[in-house]
């Protein structure tokens, strides 16, 4: 749980996003004692990792309110809002497209949750099962030294991938 009071979360947001769209998400933080502030994320060409929403948030607070809640509503409704937020469909965007915005991508983009004291990111991607929910509300964030975290399907856990290259270079 946040501490006493509302605690900021800043929810970076694509424009195709709606607020109809991001509402649960927010129902969910506001829940934990969060007070979301909704952005509209600035649109990054270059970066092959363009993310459909960024929650931004002490991620440690986050997962263990969410995890003494795994057996209620608020973990549901959040894994329910993040899923909602992957099967969107574009009308009602917070910014008019241009011709040029359209993201054949877009579907396939992950939601990104980021520590704002450690820049930890964790990476959810739009087919992450539901063991990977699970294991997130428990997951310990001390043991990645580097992001991005994700869920790998194969070996069914979260990990770094730059941890482990850094793990597997020569003289490691």
Do not use: C, H
Not at 12 to 26: C, G, I, S
Not at 51 to 78: H, K, Q, S
Not at 93 to 121: C, F, H, K, M
Not at 123 to 151: A, M
């Amino acid at each position: 749980m946040a501490e006493t009071g509302s605690a900021p979360a800043e929810l970076y947001v694509d424009a195709q996003v709606t607020e109809e769209q991001d509402e649960p998400l927010r129902q969910v933080l506001t829940a934990l004692g969060y007070e979301p502030q909704v952005k509209v994320a600035p649109r990054q060409r270059n970066d092959q990792l363009t993310a459909l929403l960024v929650l931004v948030l002490p991620l440690t607070g986050f997962l263990n309110g969410l995890g003494d809640r795994a057996a209620g509503d608020l973990y549901e409704g959040f894994r329910a809002a993040v899923r909602g937020l992957f099967r969107r469909r574009g009308s009602g965007r917070r910014v008019p497209a241009a011709p040029q915005d359209t993201d054949p991508q877009s579907e396939n983009r992950p939601i990104v949750l980021q520590d704002p004291a450690t820049g930890l990111q964790i990476v959810l991607d739009p087919e992450l099962p539901d063991g990977g929910y699970q294991q997130l509300l428990t997951l310990d964030l001390s043991r990645f030294r580097q992001g991005p975290v994700r869920y790998d399907r194969d070996q069914s856990r979260w990990l770094s991938d730059l941890d482990a290259a850094q793990d597997n270079t020569p003289g490691s």
